[in-house]
Nanobody, 128 residues
């Protein structure tokens, strides 16, 4: 079982940037696909981005509409996955969750049900 702790959320003005971090403990970090999801009030949790594990060549995956604004990266030496969010919009307001899976298959990578390990989330509010 992998334990995940997110940090970096907060209040930011539209057009601003924010960087989230997720630190993992337990398990083989390099083998895990690490992902970010988000859940806005009254909406379902949705996929944001993922960084594949060693079996996927550490490839990066994004929600199409967020490409170019959000950047995911992983630091295997620190068991950390980061999410750099730029040019933030009010619609990006949500609780952001870190997720991990060692066994996820590619076709399930963007699905909430594909991940067994979740952090508690960090709140991001984009508002003037």
């Amino acid at each position: 079982q992998v334990q995940l702790v997110e940090s970096g959320g907060g209040l930011v003005q539209p057009g601003g940037s924010l960087s989230l971090a997720c630190v993992a403990s337990g398990g083989n970090f390099r083998a895990h696909t690490m992902a970010w999801f988000r859940q806005a009030p009254g909406k379902e949790r949705e996929f944001v981005a993922a960084a594949g594990g060693s079996s996927k060549g550490y490839r990066l995956y994004y929600k199409d509409s967020l490409k170019g604004r959000f950047v995911i990266s992983r630091d295997n030496s620190k068991s950390t996955v980061n999410l750099q969010m730029n040019n933030l919009e009010a619609e990006d307001t949500a609780v952001y969750y870190c997720a991990a899976s060692q066994t996820i298959i590619l076709s399930n990578l963007r699905n909430v049900g594909g991940y067994a390990n979740w952090g508690r989330g960090t709140q991001v509010i984009v508002s003037s």
